[in-house]
């Protein structure tokens, strides 16, 4: 059974740092691309950013250079480091992870980011 918790959301002042966790379980993230998204009220889920297991990157644009996505092989976790936090930013950010298996994506619960101005 996969399962993806994310940590380490909260209410930053803009300008201000973060870092989320997602624990997998039932999967090895080391061995897949892994996924941070985020979704605010009212929009569409975006990507933010991604790691594979040779450990290319991709950014979204609104991100790049703020943002670095990481992973610890030993603890089975992804982080996503967020600086420079801006209030645009506020959003549930969830962990993911496609199964091209099953055909189907893994979401974490969602941790809540709020970045006040």
């Known amino acids: 059974q996969v399962q993806l918790v994310e940590s380490g959301g909260g209410l930053v002042q803009a300008g201000g740092s973060l870092r989320l966790s997602c624990a997998a379980s039932?999967?090895?993230?080391?061995?897949?691309?892994m996924g941070w998204y985020r979704q605010a009220p009212g929009k569409q889920r975006e990507l933010v950013a991604t790691?594979?297991?040779?450990?290319?990157?991709n950014y979204a644009d609104s991100v790049k250079g703020r943002f670095t996505i990481s992973r610890d092989n030993a603890k089975n976790t992804v982080y996503l480091q967020m600086n420079s936090l801006k209030p645009e930013d506020t959003s549930v950010y969830y962990c993911?992870?496609?199964?091209?298996?099953?055909?189907?994506?893994?979401w974490g619960q969602g941790t809540q980011v709020t970045v006040s101005s």
């Open positions: 790691i594979t297991s040779g450990l290319s990157t």
């Open positions: 039932g999967i090895i993230v080391s061995d897949n691309v």
């Open positions: 993911n992870w496609f199964s091209r298996t099953w055909g189907r994506n893994y």
